[in-house]
């Protein structure tokens, strides 16, 4: 039998392994990193100076392997099982290396095998399986939301909206004072001094009381979810007030968790929950990194996020894998927010133009160390320019190549819609990072984030009092 016949389509460009036995031995030290279930085993030798080495697959360790080798010349030969049959022969690669300490002639390696399998080549077969769950990616996950048979359908808020929005910037207010309002941050936000400061200056600036969330944003969903449980019985018993929640991106998740979990407890404490641009039903990006089987394991991907996340920014690893499709699905079937409650879900679609992606358009403040002529031992800020519009919008359009879906280059629009919300999907160019940052060229003539956040919330509580009413005239 031909051996190119073994050879996988995948890799037809790859030489026949009766020709190619100089080709492997070169590349030996690449399989050896690569393929971490082969394994190197001495081979013991009866002739003068030669030693051989063989690379055995874990799964037919044993099988007997036989090898020649010439200090001038290559030969290779395919031997068939004893009992004769005719599926295709299980491959097992060996190499020989001859060193002979008289000679300064170069040796070459032989690859022989004696196993007939139906398996085809292991060597190959593990790398096309990963190579396919790699191409696949997240296809599969990204909108599952939208196909479950078992969850309600979305109500579009958009024009609604856009007439609150206009209302705001002509100086129209709506927001009660009657309410607590707590914007709950999202991944990483420990570590943006500036993360919805402006929404609360804002709100503040109105004579609305309004909190942002001291959570440890780095921390797992449902960790989270007990601190905030426990922060808006904290400001519901010191204000009896009821508390209206806004959280973006991971903020949303983990407040969502919070209303899932703990809802006899807070159903009378809470006015109603909005979700900024979060990824409610997974994130294809976390899912493409984290996913297990990949062509990423070579490289150690996990580890290196590990690293980053446990011991640079010295948060918890689970933060990032509970926003994964896998950990959102098991989540969800567990916990499910309550049909009571008034939900608002808001997306957007990053711009990928050209002249975005070659700007550096995000604004955020670092904290320096004291220095002595500081005198008062006060930390100064200073302005740093971050490149994260250029960053969504890389993500952005690497989402749409690859799964042709739209996002604001880290939630996909589809997974940011929670079953049963209003959902608000504005047609105004916006990344994941706008929401909590400042601009460097804001558009005046549009409306800035905390006018977003304040229209969000206007409709929020329109959507309550729709409910409230919906669900009074059931109770008749």
Same mark, same amino acid.
């Given at each position: 039998?031909?051996?190119?016949?073994?050879?996988?389509?995948?890799?037809?460009?790859?030489?026949?392994?009766?020709?190619?036995?100089?080709?492997?031995?070169?590349? !030996? @030290?690449?399989?050896?990193?690569?393929? /971490?279930?082969? #394994?190197?085993?001495?081979? %013991?030798?009866?002739? *003068?100076?030669? +030693?051989?080495?063989?690379?055995?697959?874990?799964?037919?360790?044993?099988?007997?392997?036989?090898?020649?080798?010439?200090?001038?010349?290559?030969?290779?030969?395919?031997?068939?099982?004893?009992?004769?049959?005719?599926?295709?022969?299980?491959?097992?690669?060996?190499?020989?290396?001859?060193?002979?300490?008289?000679?300064?002639? !170069? @040796?070459?390696?032989?690859?022989?095998? /004696?196993?007939? #399998?139906?398996?085809?080549? %292991?060597?190959?077969? *593990?790398?096309? +399986?990963?190579?396919?769950?790699?191409?696949?990616?997240?296809?599969?996950?990204?909108?599952?939301?939208?196909?479950?048979?078992?969850?309600?359908?979305?109500?579009?808020?958009?024009?609604?909206?856009?007439?609150?929005?206009?209302?705001?910037?002509?100086?129209?207010?709506?927001?009660?004072?009657?309410?607590?309002?707590?914007?709950?941050?999202?991944?990483?936000?420990?570590?943006?001094?500036?993360?919805?400061?402006?929404?609360?200056?804002?709100?503040?600036?109105?004579?609305?009381?309004?909190?942002?969330?001291?959570?440890?944003?780095?921390?797992?969903?449902?960790?989270?979810?007990?601190?905030?449980?426990?922060?808006?019985?904290?400001?519901?018993?010191?204000?009896?007030?009821?508390?209206?929640?806004?959280?973006?991106?991971?903020?949303?998740?983990?407040?969502?968790?919070?209303?899932?979990?703990?809802?006899?407890?807070?159903?009378?404490?809470?006015?109603?929950?909005?979700?900024?641009?979060?990824?409610?039903?997974?994130?294809?990006?976390?899912?493409?990194?984290?996913?297990?089987?990949?062509?990423?394991?070579?490289?150690?991907?996990?580890?290196?996020?590990?690293?980053?996340?446990?011991?640079?920014?010295?948060?918890?690893?689970?933060?990032?894998?509970?926003?994964?499709?896998?950990?959102?699905?098991?989540?969800?079937?567990?916990?499910?927010?309550?049909?009571?409650?008034?939900?608002?879900?808001?997306?957007?679609?990053?711009?990928?133009?050209?002249?975005?992606?070659?700007?550096?358009?995000?604004?955020?403040?670092?904290?320096?160390?004291?220095?002595?002529?500081?005198?008062?031992?006060?930390?100064?800020?200073?302005?740093?320019?971050?490149?994260?519009?250029?960053?969504?919008?890389?993500?952005?359009?690497?989402?749409?190549?690859?799964?042709?879906?739209?996002?604001?280059?880290?939630?996909?629009?589809?997974?940011?819609?929670?079953?049963?919300?209003?959902?608000?999907?504005?047609?105004?160019?916006?990344?994941?990072?706008?929401?909590?940052?400042?601009?460097?060229?804001?558009?005046?003539?549009?409306?800035?984030?905390?006018?977003?956040?304040?229209?969000?919330?206007?409709?929020?509580?329109?959507?309550?009092?729709?409910?409230?009413?919906?669900?009074?005239?059931?109770?008749?």
């Amino acid at each position: 039998m031909r051996s190119d016949r073994l050879v996988p389509p995948l890799f037809s460009s790859v030489p026949a392994l009766n020709e190619a036995a100089s080709y492997l031995a070169e590349t !030996t @030290s690449l399989f050896t990193r690569c393929f /971490s279930d082969y #394994s190197v085993e001495p081979v %013991p030798d009866d002739s *003068g100076g030669r +030693e051989m080495v063989s690379f055995v697959s874990c799964e037919t360790a044993g099988s007997s392997l036989t090898t020649n080798s010439s200090s001038h010349r290559s030969t290779s030969s395919f031997a068939n099982s004893s009992n004769g049959a005719r599926s295709a022969p299980l491959v097992h690669e060996e190499i020989a290396r001859t060193t002979v300490a008289a000679s300064s002639q !170069t @040796s070459t390696a032989l690859v022989n095998s /004696s196993q007939v #399998s139906q398996s085809g080549i %292991p060597i190959f077969q *593990g790398l096309i +399986e990963r190579v396919k769950k790699t191409v696949r990616g997240s296809a599969d996950d990204i909108g599952w939301l939208q196909r479950a048979p078992d969850l309600p359908p979305v109500e579009d808020g958009t024009e609604r909206f856009i007439e609150i929005l206009d209302d705001i910037r002509h100086g129209l207010r709506f927001l009660p004072k009657s309410m607590v309002y707590l914007l709950v941050p999202g991944l990483f936000s420990n570590h943006g001094p500036l993360y919805f400061v402006s929404t609360k200056t804002r709100f503040s600036k109105m004579g609305l009381t309004c909190h942002i969330a001291k959570i440890h944003s780095e921390a797992s969903v449902e960790t989270n979810a007990k601190e905030l449980k426990d922060y808006i019985e904290e400001i519901y018993w010191g204000s009896r007030k009821r508390v209206l929640l806004l959280g973006h991106s991971k903020g949303g998740v983990d407040a969502a968790a919070a209303l899932s979990m703990y809802w006899p407890d807070l159903k009378d404490k809470v006015a109603g929950l909005a979700l900024a641009q979060s990824p409610y039903g997974g994130s294809p990006i976390a899912s493409d990194i984290l996913r297990e089987g990949q062509l990423g394991d070579y490289v150690n991907i996990r580890r290196l996020m590990e690293i980053l996340i446990c011991k640079v920014i010295k948060g918890d690893m689970q933060a990032l894998e509970d926003l994964t499709y896998d950990k959102r699905k098991e989540f969800l079937r567990k916990y499910h927010l309550p049909k009571e409650l008034p939900v608002v879900s808001f997306h957007t679609e990053a711009s990928i133009s050209p002249a975005v992606l070659a700007t550096l358009s995000r604004v955020a403040h670092a904290e320096l160390p004291t220095f002595t002529p500081l005198s008062a031992g006060e930390r100064a800020t200073l302005p740093v320019v971050m490149p994260l519009g250029a960053v969504m919008a890389a993500n952005a359009q690497l989402l749409q190549i690859r799964y042709g879906e739209k996002s604001d280059g880290l939630v996909t629009c589809r997974d940011a819609e929670v079953p049963g919300s209003v959902v608000v999907r504005p047609k105004r160019k916006l990344d994941h990072a706008w929401m909590v940052y400042s601009s460097l060229n804001d558009d005046p003539s549009e409306a800035d984030a905390s006018q977003v956040c304040e229209a969000l919330l206007t409709l929020l509580v329109e959507v309550g009092m729709k409910k409230r009413q919906e669900f009074a005239k059931k109770d008749e």
